[in-house]
């Protein structure tokens, strides 16, 4: 990165450079990179400015919520020409509409400040997500979370944005407003959800709110088998209709891995109860159904023990089950070299692929341990496969590559998707070059090239 740049860019918004620049240098997953600068903007007004010198000078933005992606793309790389660009500073709430349901803020507000904000009027953005990312960076992943099922990704419950675009004049797409229905043309803000911090820069978003929950019921329930919790998904989808919020599956192993992890963690079941658990959960914003929901509840699992689908459940306690279905992913990967996998199915693929991959590991890999966890619900799955210390010398990056491949290959030979909400970044690119089809990347291509010739913005290229 040339000096004129800093210079030019110091004059238009805050920069640090040299070792103030370490705590923007690598994300929760400790993907580490090399910062030339980070730009500390307070403003629309300020990002749109930096955005005008940084394409005079073809220097790459990368820009940063909260740093808790897992596919490293909030870091700049290891080349230290790249420029960071954080949002620590931009987190107003601009506008609150109680009557619309919906509040427009700027990228930099974190997840908990917004629902802090929203649930002090009885409201909350219904993204349900064990870590505390910004708006800026729960819109460019277009994060999913643990009540997909009731309520959709952030792609369903974005009004409008407003986005920088890297072009020589920073122009300012201003489209924050906050309609559900808005049918003048392209739907442009869709672009940006999900576009991994690439085609523009996002500075604010007006999202839809919705009512707290005000009646709940949470089980959690041990099954005979996946293909037995597959089969109960529906049922408790016809007993409890849209209200049916979250459908987390838990193998045994992972729970196992818990208890050893965590042993104050109390177990509702035992672990060596079933191969597999899931947390269910039930929420309306009416009050007063609790009772009614328990009776259903129980109905609907004693119908599914009747004949040995369920083998045991426990009702209530949504705090302490959620405790144990987030510590999980820590679990899981403790004293072993984790390999993590974000994947998604058709809901009638999933089993048939856990099955598959089982089989194969087993056979194949007789010594790495796996633990299977995650949004079942809406076809969703991580797979962690841990290699033990003891055996990591005989995994060398290589093989944990041709390993990773492997499994990759298995995802999308059952139609699935290698990942389903943790979007593309430099850990997993590679992998959209190899298994998306090449129609779909020129699209991608010529889209990020009309709209970031110089390629101003992001880690991801579409080619
Ligand atoms: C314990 C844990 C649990 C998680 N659970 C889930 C889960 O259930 N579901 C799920 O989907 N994800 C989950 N995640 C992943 C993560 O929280 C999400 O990807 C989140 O959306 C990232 O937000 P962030 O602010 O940390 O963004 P960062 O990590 O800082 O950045 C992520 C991407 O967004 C881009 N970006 C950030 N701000 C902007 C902006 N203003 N304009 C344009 N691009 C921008 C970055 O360049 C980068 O490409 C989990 C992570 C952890 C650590």
Redesign the pocket.
């Known amino acids: 990165m040339s000096a004129a740049f800093f210079e030019e860019a110091r004059a238009v918004v805050p920069m640090v450079t040299g070792e103030a620049c370490a705590p923007y240098e690598s994300?929760?997953l400790e993907m580490r990179g090399k910062a030339a600068a980070v730009a500390l903007p307070s403003s629309r007004e300020e990002v749109q400015r930096l955005v005008q010198v940084a394409y005079r000078h073809r220097v790459t933005l990368?820009?940063?919520?909260?740093?808790?992606?897992?596919v490293g793309?909030?870091v700049a790389d290891a080349s230290g020409r790249q420029c960071t660009v954080s949002?620590s500073r931009m987190s107003r709430v601009r506008a609150f509409s109680a009557v619309n349901r919906s509040i427009t803020v700027e990228?930099g507000l974190r997840l908990s400040e917004l629902n802090r904000f929203a649930e002090e009027r009885d409201l909350h953005f219904p993204i349900d997500?064990?870590?505390d990312?910004?708006v800026?960076?729960?819109?460019?992943?277009n994060?999913?979370?643990?009540r997909l099922l009731k309520y959709g990704d952030v792609r369903r419950n974005v009004l409008g944005l407003e986005v920088v675009l890297p072009d020589a004049a920073g122009t300012v797409l201003d489209m924050a407003r906050p309609l559900r229905k808005n049918n003048t043309g392209l739907d442009l803000k869709q672009l940006?959800v999900g576009?991994?911090?690439t085609l523009?820069?996002?500075?604010a978003a007006s999202l839809a709110l919705a009512r707290v929950e005000k009646s709940r019921l949470s089980m959690f329930a041990a099954f005979r088998d996946y293909e037995s919790a597959a089969e109960a998904l529906p049922e408790f989808e016809s007993a409890f209709g849209e209200l049916l919020g979250s459908f987390e599956i838990m193998a045994a192993d992972a729970l196992r891995a818990v208890l050893e992890a965590f042993p104050a963690l109390s177990m509702p079941l035992s672990p060596t109860c079933a191969p597999c658990f899931a947390l269910i959960e039930v929420a309306s914003a009416m009050p007063g159904l609790g009772a009614m929901f328990e009776q259903r509840g129980l109905e609907t699992l004693q119908a599914l023990s009747a004949d040995g689908r369920v083998v045991d459940a426990a009702l209530g306690a949504a705090d302490r089950f959620w405790r144990i279905r987030?510590s999980l992913?820590l679990a899981a990967v403790r004293e072993a070299v984790p390999l993590t996998f974000d994947v998604s199915f058709s809901r009638d693929a999933l089993v048939p692929f856990l099955r598959d991959l089982g089989g194969w590991l087993d056979r194949t890999h007789p010594r790495l341990r796996r633990y299977e966890f995650g949004?079942f619900g809406d076809g969703g799955c991580h797979v962690i496969v841990a290699i033990p210390h003891a055996c990591a010398a005989d995994y060398p990056s290589m093989r944990q590559i041709a390993l990773r491949s492997a499994i990759y290959e298995r995802v999308m030979a059952h139609g699935g998707s290698f990942s389903a909400?943790?979007?593309l970044?430099p850990i997993n690119m590679a992998y959209y070059r190899k298994l998306t089809s090449p129609s779909e990347r020129a699209t991608s291509a010529a889209v990020q090239t009309a709209l970031d010739p110089q390629h101003v913005v992001?880690?991801c290229r579409y080619f």
């Open positions: 994300d929760i990368v820009p940063q919520g909260n740093r808790t992606g897992l793309g909030a949002f990228s997500i064990g870590a990312p910004t800026g960076g729960l819109l460019a992943t994060a999913g979370g643990s940006f576009g991994n911090g523009g820069i996002v500075t987030d992913p949004h909400e943790h979007g970044g992001g880690r």
